[in-house]
Nanobody, 127 residues
């Protein structure tokens, strides 16, 4: 079992940047592939970005490619989401998630592939 706690959300203007952090409990963080998802009001949960447990692979939703960057620091049990050039359409609750089964070098893109989820952090981008 692992607990995930996100932070770093807030209210920003279009064009601004934010960095989200997600800290995991326990000593097995480096064995989990990690992902970020988001959910806007009246919309379904949407994949944002993912990183393999060994940092070799990353994947991004087309809507955030070139603007967002996922990274991780296994020594700090933390995964990050750097968000640049934010748009009002990026407004959502952002969740980090951990996948304990996928092998090294692989990322998980599907919501149902993840085993553990954080409580979410709100990101609001005003125009």
């Amino acid at each position: 079992q692992v607990q995930l706690v996100e932070s770093g959300g807030g209210l920003v203007q279009a064009g601004d940047s934010l960095r989200l952090s997600c800290v995991a409990s326990g000593r097995t963080f480096s064995t989990y592939a990690m992902g970020w998802f988001r959910q806007a009001p009246v919309k379904e949960c949407e994949f944002v970005a993912a990183i393999s447990r060994d940092e070799w692979s990353t994947n991004y939703a087309d809507s955030v490619k070139g603007r967002f960057a996922i990274s991780r620091d296994n020594a700090k049990n933390t995964v990050y989401l750097q968000m640049n050039s934010l748009k009002p359409d990026d407004t959502a609750v952002y969740y980090c998630a951990a996948d304990r089964t996928i092998g090294p070098g692989y990322t998980a893109l599907g919501e149902n592939e993840y085993d553990f989820w954080g409580q979410g952090t709100q990101v609001t981008v005003s125009s």
